[in-house]
């Protein structure tokens, strides 16, 4: 499978590795394709990794995977261009946390997810939330002596929902399915009240 991955930080590059030691074609995309970071990730994945613009990547995958600052949604979408997300299955992993007036909070209120903000932009894009809650480490080929090996899934598309869990599954997962998008406004809720105790200590 080809998969493109929008976002070159800690969450993507090990989504890259992970997926690409899997034998998935992985195209990481990043600001700047000559970072030392993204030469290594060429260099050691066996011919499976590949580096490009958000916008190459986008076009790149047939699964796209959304992993740059969660409160920039609309922002990001005009670097990789709506319509190289048309069509395609996208995991939206992002947080939506923000930082206003000394608080951590959810950059898109209570009644709404970065999820729905991407949904609603690229109407045909099917959107599944997933691996937001887990640590980057965990993303692939999970520990169970490090925590729960369930990984909560939720989307409108039930084709692409299926599609993802077997991603997920292939990678070491059992999937819980929580129900249509919405659902991943709890899913980031859990990690924005996270990081706001966090930030709180």
Request: hydrophobic fraction near 40%; proline fraction near 3%; aromatic fraction near 6%.
């Given at each position: 499978?080809?998969?493109?991955?929008i976002?070159?930080g800690?969450?993507?590059?090990?989504l890259?590795?992970?997926?690409?030691?899997?034998?998935?074609?992985?195209?990481?995309?990043?600001?700047?394709?000559?970072?030392p970071?993204?030469?290594?990730?060429?260099?050691?994945s066996?011919g499976?990794?590949?580096?490009?613009?958000?916008a190459?990547?986008?076009?790149f995958g047939?699964?796209?995977?959304?992993?740059?600052?969660?409160?920039?949604?609309?922002?990001?979408l005009e670097?990789?261009?709506?319509?190289?997300?048309?069509?395609?299955?996208?995991i939206?992993?992002?947080?939506?946390?923000?930082?206003v007036?000394?608080a951590?909070?959810?950059?898109?209120?209570?009644?709404?997810s970065?999820a729905?903000?991407?949904q609603?932009a690229?109407?045909?894009?099917?959107?599944?939330?997933?691996?937001?809650?887990i640590?980057?480490?965990?993303?692939?080929?999970?520990?169970?002596?490090?925590g729960?090996?369930t990984?909560?899934?939720?989307?409108?598309?039930?084709?692409?929902?299926?599609?993802?869990?077997?991603?997920?599954?292939?990678?070491?997962?059992s999937?819980?399915?929580?129900?249509?998008l919405?659902?991943?406004r709890?899913?980031?809720?859990?990690v924005?009240?996270?990081?706001?105790?966090?930030?709180a200590?």
């Open positions: 499978m080809r998969i493109g991955i976002g070159s800690m969450v993507g590059s090990s890259a590795a992970g997926l690409a030691r899997h034998g998935h074609d992985v195209m990481l995309g990043t600001r700047d394709t000559s970072n970071a993204m030469m290594e990730f060429v260099a050691t066996d499976q990794g590949y580096a490009g613009s958000y190459e990547a986008a076009r047939d699964i796209v995977i959304t992993a740059y600052p969660g409160s920039l949604v609309l922002e990001t670097t990789i261009g709506a319509g190289n997300l048309a069509d395609k299955v996208v939206d992993v992002v947080n939506p946390i923000a930082h007036d000394g951590t909070v959810a950059a898109y209120g209570a009644e709404d970065a729905e903000v991407l609603r690229v109407p045909s894009a099917r959107v599944v939330k997933a691996y937001n809650t640590f980057a480490r965990r993303m692939v080929d999970p520990d169970p002596g490090d729960p090996t990984m909560r899934i939720a989307g409108d598309d039930a084709g692409a929902k299926a599609e993802v869990s077997a991603l997920l599954e292939s990678t070491g997962w999937v819980r399915d929580l129900g249509g919405e659902h991943a709890e899913l980031e809720a859990e924005v009240e996270w990081a706001a105790s966090r930030d200590d």
